[in-house]
């Protein structure tokens, strides 16, 4: 198995993503990485660590995606970037997937562009793993499509279902359509016919409000890419304005800092299913390859995650399973 | 200046109802208060208590509309609810204004209906306040216009300004539109548009994102109010998330015991920035008078605070204002 990883993608590269796939490599005997990125500086990071030799490569690109820069344009302006000479090495079949901590946009524009959709799929989506009272559960989609019809969205449902049960762990992935209310004449006329069509799929629960996100309703939470977006990005930002509030709600003396003391160690505890860098990047569903996005500003064990992830897609066959499901 | 209070509104009516309104008569001795509901009802429960009794009346509406009815149906077919009858005193000229904590829906439709559109309103909206690390910043439409034109955005970023202004105190409130990226070109055709159209609005900080909602990069979020609507019900839900994550988060004796309760302490006083009860209901904006409803659940206090907004709304002639800044 060979994972090819961006090694030019994210806030701090080559730093993390050598990192966190050399940790990989020694957690896994089994794997091999495809370092994707210039050479020159791939080998200069990798001169600080030592590795078994024999289970890397190194495939040079010289262009890179910035964060910011326009995912079309970017696409095709940049031939030889990290990210699109990556995905042709995954299409030529010389590795089993490839991740990167880059350009989201601009990945999912090439993996669609380069790898193709999958048999039957009318759009490639990203899902997003969202924190809940149970764990992450899946909010499907969180950037790809900012409309959605009827029959995209019963795919993204049985595709984000596929994921949740095969990679997640999720017996029987419960489906929830993201609405104003639950009645099932809520909404607009989009999403009332949404939910309709979504009515001839097994374990779908009907509307969810915004109320039922934390406590998990659903497994497999179902909305557009301008809901998705503004909840991910929300989400993220939850912590840190704790964080914030927690600070300035406590004034006065010692007690009162013994107090504030207390409560942030408890937070960061309860905070920890927050913590993006556990769940291993998000999947692009639908797309014929595995492309696994993650955060830009991942850490290595983030990476090293992102590969696991891509990893367990591999053996789950979960492109396989969604060809199944929608054939 | 005379308030009429929906006395059969509510998770707690007529308890509440009554309780706040004579909390807010006993703080202000130039209020009079209106009730407006089942007479035997609202008599019963005004003998718990003593009150200036040359300023409170009982206006007799035995239809109550529940929290769960259909708002178009219930306004169509109870036109002897207490909404309806509190806002025809209302249109009469028998009061300056009429808080409810009951159906949001019923309430806005019978608003609509019963006291008509300001001059040059193209639609009426709800605004929400929602909580930042800056205090309250409001977000519209938060539940009555599912879809928005950019015609209908640019009067709701008006409308929300001259609230955010006058009422919540906030100087020269900035606007943004909530989207899934900062950049001008970013989101669907139809947000491309609305971008277009606030730019020639005063305060316009252009699109913001979903992390920019609790550093409160805007005062005034415009959004539809699919968007708005999941987003209030996500954020009222946050509280008691935590309180499960916190709780569960604890685990071991005496000493973990001690951190939890000095956690909790802290996490209830962080949390006051989330405390509905404070905010005093939230205003329909562009009908032809002073309408404001409060959530379901609401307490005494919270009563008490919706009729301290109305007030504020006929004292700082909202209405007049708004006017003025659409024609």
């Not at 449902?157 to 596929?162: H, L, N, T, V």
Request: hydrophobic share 45%; net charge neutral.
């Amino acid at each position: 198995m060979t994972i090819a990883v961006d090694a030019a993608g994210g806030d701090f590269f080559p730093e993390n993503p050598v990192n966190g796939a050399l940790q990989a490599l020694a957690e896994d005997s089994s794997l091999h990485i495809m370092f994707v990125g210039p050479q020159q500086l791939i080998e200069a990071e990798l001169e600080n660590h030592s590795f078994d030799k024999l289970r890397v490569k190194i495939v040079d690109a010289q262009e890179t995606i910035g964060m910011d820069e326009s995912p079309s344009i970017a696409v095709k302006s940049k031939p030889n970037s990290s990210i699109s000479v990556g995905l042709r090495e995954h299409k030529e079949g010389n590795c089993e997937a490839f991740v990167s901590a880059g350009n989201t946009g601009a990945l999912l524009a090439a993996s669609t562009l380069i790898l193709g959709r999958l048999k039957g799929v009318l759009r490639p989506t990203i899902a997003t793993f969202y924190p809940t009272l149970k764990g992450f559960r899946l909010l499907v989609d969180a950037g790809a499509n900012l409309e959605i019809k009827p029959e995209m969205a019963l795919q993204f449902a049985k595709m984000g279902q596929i994921y949740a049960q095969q990679i997640m762990g999720i017996e029987s992935p419960k489906v929830g359509l993201l609405n104003v209310g639950e009645e099932e004449e809520k909404g607009t006329e989009n999403l009332k016919a949404i939910h309709a069509h979504l009515k001839q799929l097994d374990g779908f629960v009907g509307n969810v409000e915004g109320r039922d996100i934390f406590p998990a309703k659903a497994d497999v939470f179902v909305t557009d890419a301008v809901v998705g977006n503004i909840l991910l990005k929300f989400g993220e930002s939850i912590p840190s304005a704790l964080k914030h509030m927690v600070k300035s709600s406590v004034k006065g003396g010692i007690v009162a800092k013994i107090q504030l003391w207390a409560a942030q160690k408890v937070l960061r505890a309860s905070l920890a299913p927050f913590n993006y860098e556990n769940v291993g990047g998000l999947p692009f569903l639908g797309v014929n390859g595995v492309s696994i996005v993650g955060h830009g500003g991942s850490s290595a064990v983030a990476v090293k995650n992102m590969i696991k992830s891509a990893v367990n897609c591999v053996n789950g066959d979960i492109n396989g399973k969604i060809v199944a499901s929608l054939n």
